[in-house]
């Protein structure tokens, strides 16, 4: 099996190029009617998630989540926070304002995730992300504060309000993403089936405006249809799913560096001093995250257990191919997960045998060998500790972890 690191940061490295490119692309289509773009853009993307969903034999999948109504429900409000919204709203944002600036202010949505991480997903907030999110928004302050190039006419305070509503809604779909595990190939494809819907509605009232599009228009429609839709998509909602949210968005904050790059190469674009400060704070909050061990852990009101670091494995086991957990995710069930000494081992055999529902397994449950390899490397686990795992409703999973490490603890 892969190293789940190497995995990871294979995807990040190409899809940091693909998110910094986006920006530059959608400048190229200016001229294009904004809603004959987006019209465009998702018909070609619903006829790539489609090949993706017979390549990968996910048709069966697919049917299964369209007659579960709430689990499609969920996957419809993703859609409108994470494509709808910043389609719309980022290819509408820079008519007004530049590509870099864009990108700046998108790129602030792995901070602002942190509004949204402890309420969604029930994760601990500690200072160093506190002060990260301070930082973000420092850096902020200074692209759009007039001074940085640009003045704060109407026009261009529509365009930085466009992209903080696009950033919010893109912090938190990743959340809700993280939450309310999907089978991958089908929620991509539902994403970019609802954007058709909603586009082709807007088209048809604006009364469908057709035009002649250049060779910079469609090559943005393209990218933006087939790269940055499917493609990378695809390979962002795997990835995510198998390690934690920060570690995923930490590096896409040097994004905003590739666009200086790519627009000045592309567009002819001077890069200015502020947005490259700017850019340096908000870069500087997101790595302050890489060395604070708490953040991101999972918060259980349990005295007992509020001083062991617990974390929500769910999403590694999304592809399991063992019924009982599989059901147990389509049921909205948690996996939590949390290390332990090894000198504990026949003590836990003793208490797994003992409990019915949640269950409790550790990382030499054969069934789960590749789940339980990932979680291992993600918590960081040494050769002289045990990764424990409960699996089941999640105030069951909380209340079977205070009740293990209470006895260990007497």
Request: hydrophobic share 55%; proline share 2%.
């Amino acid at each position: 099996m892969m190293n789940i690191r190497k995995l990871a940061n294979g995807y990040l490295v190409v899809g940091v190029i693909i998110a910094a490119l986006w920006p530059v692309m959608l400048s190229l289509a200016k001229n294009v009617n904004v809603y004959e773009f987006l019209f465009l853009e998702n018909v070609i993307a619903v006829a790539a998630a489609l090949l993706l969903i017979v390549i990968t034999r996910k048709l069966t999948a697919l049917r299964g989540i369209i007659k579960d109504k709430r689990n499609l429900g969920i996957i419809i409000l993703v859609a409108m926070l994470s494509y709808v919204t910043p389609d719309f709203g980022m290819l509408y944002a820079e008519h007004f304002i530049s590509a870099s600036l864009a990108s700046i202010i998108f790129r602030t949505y792995p901070i602002l995730m942190l509004i949204f991480l402890p309420l969604i997903l029930n994760e601990r907030i500690t200072k160093f992300q506190i002060l990260a999110l301070v930082l973000g928004f420092a850096g902020l302050f200074i692209a759009i504060y007039p001074t940085a190039g640009i003045t704060l006419s109407g026009n261009a305070l529509i365009g930085v309000a466009l992209t903080l509503v696009v950033a919010l809604a893109t912090a938190a779909s990743f959340a809700i993403i993280k939450r309310y595990i999907h089978e991958t190939e089908s929620a991509l494809f539902i994403y970019n089936l609802t954007g058709f819907v909603v586009y082709s509605v807007l088209f048809i009232a604006n009364g469908m405006p057709m035009q002649t599009i250049s060779s910079p228009g469609w090559a943005a429609i393209l990218y933006t249809a087939v790269i940055y839709s499917v493609a990378s998509a695809y390979g962002l909602y795997y990835v995510l799913k198998l390690v934690k949210t920060t570690y995923l968005t930490n590096l896409f904050y040097f994004a905003p560096f590739l666009t200086f790059i790519f627009a000045d190469l592309i567009l002819g674009k001077s890069i200015s001093l502020y947005y490259v400060v700017s850019a340096g704070l908000i870069a500087f909050g997101v790595l302050m995250q890489k060395f604070d061990k708490v953040g991101g852990s999972y918060a259980s009101s349990s005295k007992t257990l509020s001083v062991v670091q617990i974390f929500d494995m769910t999403s590694s086991f999304v592809n399991s191919k063992e019924k009982d957990m599989a059901d147990l995710i389509r049921n909205n069930g948690r996996v939590l997960a949390t290390k332990i000494g090894r000198s504990h081992e026949s003590a836990i055999n003793e208490i797994s045998k003992m409990s019915i529902a949640p269950k409790l397994m550790t990382n030499l449950e054969y069934r789960f060998a590749n789940e339980m390899e990932i979680i291992s490397e993600l918590l960081g686990k040494k050769e002289n500790e045990l990764i424990l795992l409960a699996a089941g409703e999640e105030t069951e999973c909380e209340k079977a972890l205070e009740s293990v490490f209470k006895r260990l603890n007497g």
